[in-house]
């Protein structure tokens, strides 16, 4: 069992910055992909990034340029460098884990951008 616990949301004016944090604790294996999502109110949850146990990263075309997605795997934990924010990124934001074959997710942090 892996247990995911995200921190760093909070209300920020557009074209502010924040640093989400997910640690990852109890059955850690090497090789795995770690990623954030994004569920807006009355939307589907997407795909923000991801990055694998290598540091090969992935990002939705709307976030590239201004989130920088980054890990220490000595400490079991992913970031998510969120710049240039806008209204539109508002949401929850969920931490998921990949490992043999199963997948783990987090409760969710709110991040408002709203002046």
């Known amino acids: 069992q892996v247990q995911l616990v995200e921190s760093g949301g909070g209300l920020v004016q557009p074209g502010g910055s924040l640093r989400l944090s997910c640690a990852a604790s109890g059955v850690i294996l090497s090789i795995n992909i770690m990623g954030w999502y994004r569920q807006a109110p009355g939307k589907q949850r997407e795909l923000v990034a991801t990055i694998s146990s290598g540091g090969a990263s992935n990002y939705v075309d709307s976030v590239k340029g201004r989130f920088t997605i980054s890990r220490d795997n000595a400490r079991n934990t992913v970031y998510l460098q969120m710049n240039s924010l806008k209204p539109e990124d508002t949401a929850v934001y969920y931490c998921?884990?990949?490992?043999?074959?199963?997948?783990?997710w987090g409760k969710g942090t709110l991040v408002t951008v709203s002046s």
């Open positions: 998921k884990r990949v490992q043999a074959g199963r997948e783990y």
